[in-house]
């Protein structure tokens, strides 16, 4: 594209310079100017000083005066005399009087104005317009061409940036990645200051909730367009916003407006869902968007929603078949495994009431391998538990955050602390006696962790026991082989409370 630019430069100078030879002109201008303002965005001059050339970037302006009637003529425009008539402004500091110039146009499109001018009145003949003429359609269709290139290599890019986006959601990303990833490829692709995500929010305004830029990000992510601000009714109806200047435009209420000049504001919809709006906003007195900007924008904001319902369909499926997973182990465990530590137990029992009177010894060996066959199995159920609850989630029932926060110390003691409950636990430890519980046994298992020679932390959650005065409790105890400072045996951390 480099390539292209250096060569249509070259191209467009070379025509001025004849333009203003073959017409023995004191001085010649080609300039580019913008579509729909009219301003001008690019200057090549012939004869001129870095000064003449400022003055004339400003009477080359293609809305007032004789040269904004080259915009409305399809042909040459030749003045004898400049100071005959009104002046355009700026002509009192160049030395001209005579004036031709010619439209430079593709179809009808205005691309820019071809002017020549001298010092001597009535210097251009009939000869001159013809060859004017021909001149500026040379400079179109070189001008043509180099927008097609540019045109064509600016689809490639956000074709290539739209298959990006897609790989990268499909590959795995989280929701929140995924926002980010589509506003900071949109943010390259469209060379805006900042790309931004907005969502609707409960009471009816959008937010952003994911943003990129390579200035000062501060204040960008939360903030919010209020109920009622003018721009809302068009974005949560999924329609197109182009914004001139955001820092004057009276649509626009946020506080970081004054950040950014032009921007466009796209709909993230797909199968009519609006997920939300891509918002690409430049700097202050950036160059503003063209159509052709807004129709690939807007073509990648589609195939980006799309790629956002693909990517939210794939994570739900794969959740969905660990979910499916951790429930047929559950279920083995409990058909299989649970059943014969059962079945198993109930032999043991059934032994031991045997008529072992006079073995104590064997009586109390059986005592005691039922007592832990029955804290295995109270082990494995809690396991099962564990396996039913949301891999990704925070646990919503007590059981669940109790058996959080053991498993968040096993990676600190190096084990899993084994957990029983008794009891409908969910149901009957509630607020506030379930954060105290937590607060206790967080305390417990530090102090465990601080302890030498720990290998083993036993937690027991009871909810069937009874106050001295009757009243239903729940207790904790948490005990461990490890030693205290004296070499005596560690205590066991008992708490209860009333539910």
């Known amino acids: 594209m480099a390539g292209t630019h250096l060569d249509l430069r070259t191209t467009l100078q070379h025509i001025v310079d004849t333009a203003t030879a073959l017409a023995g002109a004191r001085y010649g201008a080609l300039a580019l100017l913008h579509g729909e303002d009219r301003h001008v965005t690019g200057l090549f001059t012939c004869g001129m000083s870095d000064e003449e050339r400022r003055v004339a970037g400003r009477l080359l302006d293609g809305r007032t005066g004789v040269l904004g009637a080259l915009v409305d003529d399809t042909q040459a425009v030749r003045v004898a005399d400049l100071t005959a008539g009104p002046r355009p402004h700026g002509t009192q500091r160049l030395p001209m009087r005579s004036f031709l110039g010619a439209p430079v146009r593709v179809h009808t499109e205005v691309l820019g104005s071809l002017c020549v001018t001298s010092e001597e009145p009535g210097r251009f003949t009939d000869t001159e317009p013809a060859l004017l003429r021909l001149l500026a359609s040379q400079a179109a269709a070189a001008i043509g061409g180099a927008h097609l290139y540019d045109a064509a290599r600016q689809r490639e890019h956000w074709i290539e940036g739209a298959a990006a986006v897609t790989r990268a959601l499909l590959s795995g990303a989280g929701p929140e990645d995924a926002l980010t990833i589509v506003a900071e490829r949109a943010r390259m692709l469209a ?215 053991t498993g968040g110390a096993a990676a600190v003691l190096g084990f899993q602390p084994s957990v ?80």
Do not use: C, N
């Open 191 to 405: 060379r805006a200051s900042a790309g931004v995500i907005l969502q609707p929010t409960p009471d009816g305004g959008m937010e952003i909730v994911a943003a990129s830029t390579l200035d000062d990000p501060a204040g960008l992510v939360g903030t919010s367009i209020e109920p009622g601000s003018p721009v809302l009714v068009q974005l949560l109806g999924g329609e197109e916003v182009l914004i001139e200047d955001s820092a004057t435009d009276d649509r626009m209420t946020t506080p970081v407006r004054t950040r950014f000049g032009p921007s466009m504001m796209l709909p993230l919809q797909s199968g009519g869902r609006l997920i939300g709006t891509l918002a690409l906003p430049r700097k202050r007195g950036g160059d503003p968007y063209t159509a052709t900007d807004r129709l690939l924008a807007s073509q990648f904001a589609s195939q980006a929603a799309l790629a956002l319902v693909m990517a939210d369909a794939q994570h739900y499926r794969e959740q969905l078949a660990v979910y499916e997973d951790r429930d047929r182990i559950a279920r083995d465990l409990h058909d299989l495994v649970v059943q014969r530590l059962f079945a198993t137990e109930m032999m043991l029992e059934s032994t031991r009431r045997k008529d072992l009177a006079g073995d104590e010894e064997t009586a109390e060996l059986l005592a005691k391998a039922v007592d832990e066959l029955d804290s295995t199995i109270q082990e494995v159920r809690t396991a099962i538990f564990a396996l039913q609850q949301p891999p990704a989630e925070a646990p919503t029932t007590f059981r669940g955050r109790v058996l959080r926060e």
């Open 420 to 499: 029983q409950f008794t009891g409908a636990v969910d149901a009957l430890v509630t607020e506030p006696v379930d954060g105290e519980l937590l607060d206790v046994l967080r305390g417990a298992l530090a102090s465990a962790h601080r302890r030498t020679g720990v290998s083993a932390v036993e937690v027991e959650v009871d909810a069937t026991v009874r106050l001295p005065d009757g009243r239903a409790a729940v207790r904790l105890a948490v005990a461990d082989d490890g030693r205290a400072e004296d070499g005596a045996r560690s205590p066991t951390v008992i708490w209860q409370a009333p539910l």
